[in-house]
């Protein structure tokens, strides 16, 4: 079966990340998602932690409008110098080189894509740098069938404390049979 086509700048990325031995870039099922919430914001400030090899960032760039502004950060010197080198001929995309925290100068996010920083060790604040209605997206889970979730066993926290945020409308919707995401809206 032919395989479904994926917007130009992702080739490129996932090419850098194929040479860098990344091997931690969003799937393309996380991709659309990210495409779509970029275009849902058409004059928005489209955040990611964690550039990575820009995968995720060229997802992002797809949906961009042409007011939109896209701020991504990596602390790994080289992925993000190298990342940076695919988005330079858009001066709406900014590459940063450091710490997650570097966002927080953007904020409000009307898009946060928490991917690298922040996600795990500074939930509340993640949840603070979005606009209101602003949307928030985290991939990299494992769907569980009960309630609260559970992974390897234990109530996972993490995810629960997204899904139950009284500043979030959340949910979680399946990526792949085998992994999930959370995608929420901060409440105006
Ligand atoms: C899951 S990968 C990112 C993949 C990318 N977002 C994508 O979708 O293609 C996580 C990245 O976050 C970076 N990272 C981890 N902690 C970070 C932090 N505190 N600040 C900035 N970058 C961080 C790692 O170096 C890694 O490249």
Do not use: N
């Amino acid at each position: 079966m032919a395989e479904r086509v994926v917007p130009e700048r992702v080739v490129p990325a996932q090419r850098l990340a194929d040479e860098a031995g990344f091997k931690k870039s969003c799937i393309p099922e996380v991709g659309r998602l990210l495409a779509l919430a970029a275009a849902a914001k058409p004059g928005g400030v489209v955040a990611e932690s964690g550039t990575g090899a820009g995968v995720g960032t060229a997802w992002l760039h797809s949906g961009l409008g042409p007011g939109a502004r896209l701020v991504t950060v990596e602390r790994d010197e080289e992925l993000a110098r190298r990342a940076a080198g695919l988005f330079a001929d858009d001066d709406r995309v900014r590459v940063l080189t450091g710490d997650w925290r570097l966002l927080e100068a953007h904020a409000p996010f009307d898009v946060f894509f928490c991917d690298g920083g922040g996600k795990r060790d500074a939930p509340e604040r993640v949840v603070e740098l979005l606009a209101p209605g602003g949307i928030l997206v985290l991939d990299d889970f494992t769907p569980s069938a009960e309630w609260p979730p559970r992974f390897e066993g234990h109530v996972d926290e993490l995810r629960l404390f997204y899904l139950t945020h009284p500043d979030l409308d959340a949910t979680e919707v399946l990526t792949t049979p085998a992994s999930s995401a959370v995608v929420a809206a901060r409440r105006a």
